[in-house]
């Protein structure tokens, strides 16, 4: 019988390790983020464009170069925004291609990532 204030469910075994909880952008697999690409909602894509910035990984490069090819500002911008998160001379030449973006917000992001990387010295983080 339970007594009040008690705790339910699973009891802890001496020595298991508490149960992790991942972070939702990890858990996104490659087939998710893939139909994320070609979605035709731009809040998704520009979503897709930060998790791949929030992982840092130079090997996302070449979508984050087809996302700075979006039709929408917000998933450009995004875009070259996540190229300054990952560093790294592939990932300034994304974004300075975006100095050249008809968007104003995007060509902020890219003058912001360059001097963001300027002063990590255009190193990956």
Known sequence: MQKP??????????????????????????????RMLVSEDPGKRAWLAGVLGSRKNPKNLPLLKILAKDSSP?????????????????????????????????RLTAET???????RGNKRN
Not at 83 to 106: F, R, S
Not at 113 to 119: F, H, Y
């Open 5 to 34: 204030g008690q705790k339910t469910g699973p009891k802890k075994r001496p020595g298991q390790r508490k149960k992790r909880r991942t972070n939702p952008d990890r858990r996104a697999d490659s087939r998710e983020l893939a």
């Open 74 to 106: 917000l998933v450009r911008s995004r875009a070259i925004w996540a190229a300054g998160a990952i560093g790294g001379n592939e990932a300034m030449k994304l974004i300075k291609n975006g100095l050249k973006d008809t968007a104003l917000e995007a």
């Open 113 to 119: 990532a360059i001097t963001e990387l300027n002063k």
